[in-house]
């Protein structure tokens, strides 16, 4: 199985600040990444996919970007909404996987 | 507005069955694969099987391969996991998420807990 480390596992943050979270693949995935936004007790919700296409109703503060096997996930300045744990999670093969997570702390 | 709503959660011992169901409204359910998630109390998230369109293509997680069992229901607009022979590693919340590649649309979750 393709495994995706994210880093870092948490981050602090302020508001309006800019946060930038890492998930690497071991193996090429070509472009089939997408992000994930989880609140405490709440199902994920779909951020992006395609590394850096964000879903329908995604604020653009978020964004999204590929290098070789490593991705980014970037928040451009961050809002009091958007503290929550980020996953990454690939597509390209089976099984999918996901990173293990990154929360994003005040 | 799309809906999925789980249920069948329950309190099984291990060794055990059960089986958890997804209730979908809101869209065109025979025109997409569906998926399940689950995530360990405390933990990330678990890519645990999908399945097509017209059930004809199923995969899994090789930790559940053998053990659970993926379905649908078309004219039901219903899903299902049946999951057999289940042990403590196997508890958590199970999502049903629309899509085979990135879910777009999740449910609220069903708890299943495996304990004596």
């Known amino acids: 199985a393709i495994r995706m480390t994210q880093s870092p596992t948490s981050v602090s943050a302020s508001t309006g600040d800019r946060v930038t979270i890492t998930c690497r693949a071991s193996q090429g995935i070509s472009s089939d990444l997408a992000w994930y936004q989880q609140k405490p007790g709440k199902a994920p919700k779909l951020l992006m996919y395609?590394?850096?296409t964000l879903q329908t109703g995604v604020p653009s503060r978020f964004g999204g970007s590929e290098s070789g096997t490593d991705f980014t996930l970037t928040i451009s300045s961050l809002q009091s909404e958007d503290f929550a744990t980020y996953y990454c999670?690939?597509?390209?093969?089976?099984?999918?996987?996901f990173g293990q997570g990154t929360r994003v702390e005040l | 507005e799309v809906q999925l709503v789980e249920s069948g959660g329950a309190l099984v011992q291990p060794g055990g069955s059960l089986r958890v169901s997804c209730a979908v409204s809101g869209f065109t359910f025979t025109t997409y694969w569906m998926t399940w998630v689950r995530q360990a109390p405390g933990k990330g998230l678990e890519w645990v099987a999908n399945i097509n369109q017209d059930g004809s293509e199923k995969n899994y997680v090789d930790s559940v391969k053998g053990r659970f069992t993926v379905s649908r229901d078309n004219a039901d607009n219903s899903l299902y996991l049946q999951m057999n022979s289940l042990r403590a590693e196997d508890t958590g919340v199970y999502y049903c998420?629309?899509?085979?590649?990135?879910?777009?649309?999740w449910g609220q979750g069903t708890l299943v807990t495996v304990s004596s």
């Open positions: 999670q690939q597509y390209y093969t089976y099984p999918r996987t």
């Open positions: 395609a590394a850096s």
């Open positions: 998420v629309r899509g085979g590649w990135y879910p777009d649309y």
